[in-house]
């Protein structure tokens, strides 16, 4: 059983930066994807980032340059970097684990951010 705990939410200025991280506990293979997703009021919940160990990762057009993903092998852990926010950025942002030999996804409980002047 794979718990993910996450941190590093919060209330932040357009044009500001926010770091989010996520640990997980448990068995976490490299070939598991860890990535961040999240869900704004009224809408369905959408890919922010993921990354595979040791691969490529793979962003949403609406934050590539923005946000950067990482990756800790060793501590079971993945980074989202959140530079430039804006308003629409606004989100309860999850981190999600997936196993695709179980075919299994973990998720966290969420974090707020919230993007406003």
């Known amino acids: 059983q794979v718990q993910l705990v996450e941190s590093g939410g919060g209330l932040v200025q357009p044009g500001g930066s926010l770091r989010l991280s996520c640990a997980a506990s448990?068995?976490?293979?490299?070939?598991?994807?860890m990535g961040w997703y999240r869900q704004a009021p009224g809408k369905q919940r959408e890919l922010v980032a993921t990354?595979?160990?040791?691969?490529?990762?793979n962003y949403a057009d609406s934050v590539k340059g923005r946000f950067s993903i990482s990756r800790d092998n060793a501590k079971n852990t993945v980074s989202l970097q959140m530079n430039s926010l804006k308003p629409g950025d606004t989100a309860v942002y999850y981190c999600?684990?997936?196993?695709?030999?179980?075919?299994?996804?973990?998720w966290g409980q969420g974090t707020q951010v919230t993007v406003s002047s």
């Open positions: 448990g068995s976490i293979s490299n070939f598991y994807t």
């Open positions: 990354i595979i160990g040791g691969g490529k990762p």
């Open positions: 999600n684990v997936y196993n695709p030999v179980a075919v299994t996804n973990y």
